[in-house]
């Protein structure tokens, strides 16, 4: 094992009492909750370099799972300036990939799949070959892709997913009925692999098939993978954990980090039971870390946030978060008449942020849906202000698999940004990971948030979350407003969230 140059203790100066506790637990199953803004990135890296550093591991059979391109980058950038830059950094799909394609020669002739570069076809195709619906409209097409997704990530079978409908009262998208989406399914499944390709979650499957069926190429893959860390755990989908499980293949030295309160991806199948049942699934000695420390947020902003989960009936499972930081300004909530008003007034404050010396850069603006950016955004052009938007959750290759001009691409799109100086309009689920000085959260009314007004039960508890994570992007403000009417003539009156109550 090659020494690394770097002093152990050194790495762990400046370590919070639990984050210490964390980094210098490298023995065994390790589960770390770590809350919003607790230095979760930073303690699982000082950790890893720790490690290495001291000669307990091999930092070339040392591996970090995060969810994207641009956390996987993040920490790279950070174990390269703790001495470590051997240690491996990869989303899921990324691993995997490399792993499928080193192998590949040795399990067939045949030219190694190419991915789909636009699912989209293939959806269509399978629905028109199914229904004889031809050009579905692209809410259509994303909703039966969304499906399949789910149904891959959840490991369910075409064959199985009619009854898997039937006992959950699951609904299809497009109308169909469970037996036309079991059609839609396979049809689609036909076509990608006359094609010769895979998509994103067939990566997953078939690095799973050799890890189950091909003894010396799952050795092989093994030896390269002893030490595991895998991030944002709450958000792992059955797949996924299926493939964590075949890498590890019964030995214990696993680190998972993660916060069931930021679980905000149910709808495309991640779950926090393997999170929350870590020790159970282990059955030996884990050791449990809580980073609880908020050192993002003033104690406002925290306070406000603990009081959004204390009213779920889950509220054992989160944690109750303390500020790291001083006294700050007090939580804002206003009310406006209508959506143009909101927008004008959430535009006239940024604007006079922006005109006390706060960059634009430091400001979002967030949202439930991307259908409200539109008329933020033109209530900001209208002052002179320039804006981006940041689009849904999508699992897209620039997200799921490493790649130099990809990373690139991003990396540059966020320097111009920057430089421009714009103000960030974002869904809350793209906002995951991300924070700003200023946050502002609109449309928190019934209906928006929580999306669809659900009654109590799952819906609902992954509404409240959202919002939990909507609110812990802001560091110095964060202001919330909801709109009575859609329009200054609407006769339809919105009431209040039920999470501002």
Partial sequence: ????NTNGEKILEGLDEAQLAAAT????PVRIIAGAGAGKTRTITRRI??????DQWDPMR???VTFSVKAATEMRSRLAALGVPMVKAATFHSAALHQLRRVWPDLSDAYFPSIVTDPRQLATIALTRVSGQAEPDAATVRALLAEINWTKVSLIAPQDYARVCAATHRQPPAGLEPDAMADVIEAYEREKTGRNQMDFNDILLMTCHVLER???EASSIRSRIRWITVDEYQDVSPLQHRLLNLWMRGRDSLCVVGDPAQTIYSFAGATSHYLLHFAQEWRRPCTDVRLDTDYRSTPQIVNYANR???ASPQARDYLVLHSGRDTGRRM??????NDEKEATSVARRIAALIDRGVSPNDVAVLMR???QGPLIRTALGKLGIHSRIRAEYAQTEATLIDSSSAAAQAAADDLTARRAGQVSISTIHASKGLEWKHVFIIGCSEGLMPFGSPSAGALLEEERRLFYVAVTRGEDTVDVSFAYGKEAASGQRRTPSRFLR
């Avoid at 370099?49 to 001291?54: G, V």
């Avoid at 804002?332 to 008449?337: E, K, L, Q, R, S």
Wanted: glycine content about 6%; some cysteine; proline content about 3%.
């Fill in 49 to 54: 370099a720790y490690a290495c550093a001291t």
């Fill in 62 to 64: 040392t591996l970090a």
């Fill in 308 to 310: 959004v989960l204390s």
């Fill in 332 to 337: 804002m909530v206003t009310a406006y008449d």
């Fill in 1 to 4: 094992m090659g020494r690394v």
């Fill in 369 to 371: 849906i991307n259908a």
């Fill in 214 to 216: 091909f003894d010396p």
């Fill in 25 to 28: 637990s490298i023995e065994g």
